[in-house]
């Protein structure tokens, strides 16, 4: 320590986070394993809930040119051969293109939602960290503070100011750590949140993209209007069937 700085007699040394871990007791280790479990899952969500992964542009690309040639069997299959989001959302729709386009704009609606809620599973262990361990920390502060006033209660001789302070601070430790765990968890479920509705709007516009070019589907009505029935001709020129010849009043059944 440089002569000009000298440390302040009985200053407390600082001590680290690992430190303020260890004097949580079992509190700070149900925290220690919520950090752990909090930084894999916000780690694993930010690398595998991108948009190149959800919306694979090659695979945008290579739907719009089948999509446009109307090469729909085509596409289905390839949108089925895909494991992202956005290939079973035009799965779903490929599956489907013959019901006209109000139909699918139903089932768009539908997998979207579904899509979405799929997606929201990782924030909400974000949500719950960020509930739980503020309350965890809490627990055991109070728990710390009925512990040192239950000490302080049974001694025949009043606690110095100190002692009672270095108890109170090993109890407040347990809230500084859930505040700790919470307040990342709270930033990475926003974040998170956002993301999600971000690729979720992305795709349903992608989607809404390529129904533009869907092929439209011939009514029921008319394709029946354009086939033949038994018996008749729909061309204006062809002969018509010649009538059943009438029945002779003169003649009996008997």
Known sequence: TPAGNPVPAGEPPVQSLLEMFSHGGWIGVVLVIFSLVNVTVIVEFFLNIRESRIIPPVLVQRLEELIKEKRMKEAYQVAGSQSSEFARLMAALLARYQRG?????????REVEGIATRLNRRPT??????????????????????????????????PKPSQMAAGISEALVATYLGLVVAIPAAIAYTFARNR?????????????MHLEHFPVPVPASHAAAASPASGTSSHPGAPSRPAAPPRNPGTSAG
Do not use: W
């Open 101 to 109: 386009h109000e139909r699918l704009l139903e089932v768009l609606d």
């Open 125 to 158: 262990y974000f949500a719950m960290m960020a509930a739980a361990a503020p309350l965890m920390g809490l627990f055991g502060t109070v728990s710390g503070m009925i512990n040192e006033f239950r000490v302080i209660a049974a001694s025949d001789i009043a």
């Open 196 to 208: 999600v509705h971000h690729l979720v709007q992305r795709m349903t516009y992608m989607a809404e």
